[in-house]
């Protein structure tokens, strides 16, 4: 029998990445929420890879960091090995990757949930979904019924998920977890349009069973760097090691030689898989001339021998998996402690949903992270903490927080989801973003903590210390720009040792800083006036002095775009009515429903003269 257990302004249903930051962003914005997950012990899981951040990723967690958000500082608190990726090219994809005590990030995560005022936390199964007089209905596997105004749908890869490994197929969530059964069902009924993705893990294997001494070491920076603006560099130890070992020939074959006994070519899984994550067997496929492939080994944390290989994951029969593992220099005798699977499971077209992750045709109803047709960690995050805040601030009738494409990475992700859709899990990457010098990592703060300020998700005190970097850099800036440093035999040697011109008269300290062979450390050498300031404020100003130039061509397009942006289109706009768009612009239009000639601009299908058909249509309507 059926009855009432609670009511609460936002229900977060799933307990990953992206419905921590979610109940969190809300909760602290003041919203009575109610967390839901399968079990209390995987909240915070990292079912795949235990490491957070690289390439692109980096970027997201200090994004959310700048936010407000919370997974920068619990990856800080459980990092064993840090590293500053592509640190060979510019600042712009600098990304910093850390390894992760998975089992330590999920206790901590669990630990700052379980204090957090206004959340609470039920281990429960959601299992139905229903919307009546405004008020949504949350039923459990125990027919306990919560009630909530707003609701977060964080399922992550459990809505109905299929475990495949060979010919063994079975109902299964990630990392041997219940999957989520009869969820999916009513968001049909709702009208919430589904489809079915496939991503997939490697084996974890025994590091007592690995031969280190022949795969190449891989150690952590020297110096570590933090992912959250708020921890002291020092506590960040380096305490593990990675490795790198590749595959050959005789693995390549035996894939080959059992193709025929993948689910992924059989033709058994039907769900469509990552484009840039994809299986083992997938590469063999698609690069048959490629002679070996990398593969890293990475530990999973503290206190156990489970070692992760990163790029193998496969969805082959055990017995291949094992086969092919062995032919790998240094796993001739290897030790499979979990085997690799493939994960089917349902997701949504996430171009139902506007900006603010809110769906278009249910009111207060927000989707976030692989629910959303996006893989990794970061990716589900960064979703999480916007639909969290703008579920809150919607409750609070506030004005929703929308980040463009020229403010964040998260803006960027959230508009190639929400605009351009995926057919496929959706990965964040450098690329993606047509405004990456100016949207680096290691100016996230500047860009965003006011933004998180006036949301109210960062203190006074913090506040307070950003003011004060941020100044430091303005001033250190502007220092640097007036003095000069003349010409002495001292200085000149060092800059002919350094491959650059010497001086042959006075010289401001910016236009050295500004040659590419030198840093601002080495300017500084020579400046007994010099202030003694911080790393991340001497990373500012040497940035910005020498990208200058290019940093300023991008604020200009940056400023174009959002002149664009600020062209509101009406939510009743009628498609049909206006003639001279084309066919494919009215129907693609009609679905996507942009929020502003900008992001109509983006649209597939929807061509420059179609947007000069529209900017002219709302003009005479005087819209």
Known sequence: MEFLSGQYDIAVIGAGHAGIEASLAAARLGASVAVFTISLDFIGNMPCNPSIGGTSKGH??????????????????????????????????????????????????????????????????????????????????????????????????????????????????????????????????????LRRFKTGTPSRVNARSLDFSVMEPQSGDEIPTPFSFETNPDDIKNSAVCYISYTNEKTKKVILDNIDRSPLYS??????????????????????????????????????EEMYLSGMSSSMPVDVQLGFLRTIKGLENVEVMRNAYAIEYWCVDPTAMKRT???????????????????????AACQGL??????????????????????????????????KGCNEPYRMMTSRSEYRLYLRQDNADLRLTPIGREIGLISDERYEKFLKKKE?????????????????????????QKGTAPLSTGIK?????????????????????????????????????????????????????????????????????????????????????????????RISGVSPADISVLAVYLSRKGK
């Open 357 to 379: 992750l809110e769906f278009k045709d249910v009111e207060y109803l927000y989707g976030a992270g692989q629910f959303n047709g996006s893989s990794g960690y970061e990716e």
């Open 267 to 304: 033709g058994v899984i039907k769900g469509i898989g990552p484009r840039y994550c994809p299986s083992f067997e997938d590469k063999v496929m698609r690069f048959p001339d490629k002679k070996r492939h990398q593969l890293f080994i990475e530990p999973c944390g503290k206190g156990t």
């Open 60 to 193: 997201l967690v200090r994004e959310i960091d700048a936010l407000g958000g919370e997974m920068g500082k619990a990856a800080d608190k459980n990092t064993i090995q840090s590293r500053m990726l592509n640190l060979g090219k510019g600042p712009a994809v600098h990304s910093l990757r850390a390894q992760i005590d998975r089992r330590g990030y999920a206790k901590t995560m669990k630990y700052v949930l379980e204090k957090q005022e206004n959340l609470h936390l039920r281990q429960a199964e959601i299992v139905r979904l229903e919307k009546s007089d405004g008020i949504f209905r949350l039923t459990t596997k125990l027919d306990e019924v919560y009630e909530a105004k707003a609701v977060i749908l964080a399922t992550g890869t459990f809505l109905d998920g299929k475990i495949y490994v060979g010919d063994k197929c079975y109902s299964g969530g990630p990392d041997g977890m219940f999957p989520s059964v009869g969820l999916a069902d009513s968001l049909k009924k709702m009208n919430i349009p």
């Open 472 to 496: 430091m850099i303005e001033n250190e800036t502007e220092r640097v720009r007036r003095k000069t440093i003349a010409p002495e035999k001292g200085i000149n040697e060092y800059l002919v």
């Open 509 to 601: 300290e910016a236009e050295l800083i500004k040659r590419p062979q030198l840093k601002y450390s080495d300017v500084m050498k020579f400046d007994n006036e010099a202030p003694d300031v911080p790393r991340d404020v001497a990373e500012q100003v040497e940035i910005t002095l020498k990208y200058e130039g290019y940093i300023k061509m991008q604020l200009a397009e940056i400023k174009e775009m959002r002149r664009l942006e600020n062209k509101i289109i009406p939510e009743n706009t009628d498609y049909s009515d206006i003639g001279s768009l084309r066919k494919e612009a009215r129907e693609k239009l009609s679905k996507i429903r942009p929020e502003t000639l900008g992001q109509a601009s």
């Open 386 to 419: 916007v639909a969290g805040i703008n579920a809150a601030l919607k409750i609070k009738g506030e004005k929703p927080m929308i980040l463009d494409r020229a403010s964040s990475y998260i803006g960027t992700l959230i508009d190639d989801l929400v605009t």
